[in-house]
């Protein structure tokens, strides 16, 4: 148990764990499905978290926090040496399917794109004003969705770091999926 309320849950790619993690004072944890056994110690993060995630192959898991978000070895849920730093809060990462590249969004305005496992800065993506809360890989892995808190989406091209279409749903978008974009 955390002795804090929970703020995000995930499942890893094979759905027989979960990570938890607690906002104030932050704090993760994994767990076993469908037993719900803690599979590690509870960790605490360098600040409050706000989200964490497993690569598609479950080695990998990203603890988001308010500066950024730690690359973390899930067997050991022992953090490693890779930092992802930004500006502001980080609100969010997302796996692109092949978990080669990692998105993170912030309140800074922008959405990092990091070569994963080296956590190598691709491109930053730059939204101008207002906190990018979400970010989603289309399942070919070509375009990243962000969405910010506004409620405007962009749809960039992850190979060139550039939009690939003008913003959407400007001021109406709540949450975000990805599909296939059309080329």
């Keep these: 148990q955390h002795s ?3 703020v995000t849950i995930n499942f890893s790619a094979d759905s027989r764990r979960i990570v938890t993690a607690t906002g104030s ?3 993760w944890r994994v767990w076993s499905v469908p037993e719900g056994k803690p599979l590690s110690v509870s960790r605490q993060a360098r600040t409050s978290t706000t989200f964490g995630v497993f690569n598609p192959d479950g080695s990998l898991l990203i603890i ?3 500066e950024g978000a730690q690359v973390v070895e899930a067997a050991s849920n022992y953090p490693v040496k890779v930092e992802l730093n930004h500006a502001g809060p980080c609100n969010y990462a997302a796996f ?3 978990g080669r590249l990692l998105a993170t969004t912030s309140s800074d305005a922008t959405a990092r794109l990091w070569e994963m496992p080296s956590g190598k800065l691709r491109s930053t993506l ?3 004003a207002g906190a990018v809360r979400q ?3 289309t399942p070919d892995g070509r375009h990243l969705l962000t969405h910010t808190s506004d409620g ?3 749809v960039w091209d992850v190979r060139t770091g550039r939009l690939a279409q003008e913003p959407v749903g400007t001021g109406h978008v709540g949450r975000i999926a990805a599909g296939r974009v059309p080329v």
């Design 152 to 154: 405007t989406a962009r």
């Design 126 to 128: 730059s939204h101008g």
């Design 96 to 98: 692109s399917p092949d």
């Design 135 to 137: 970010a989603r890989f």
């Design 64 to 66: 988001t926090d308010n």
């Design 25 to 27: 004072r932050g704090a």
């Design 4 to 6: 804090r309320a929970v």
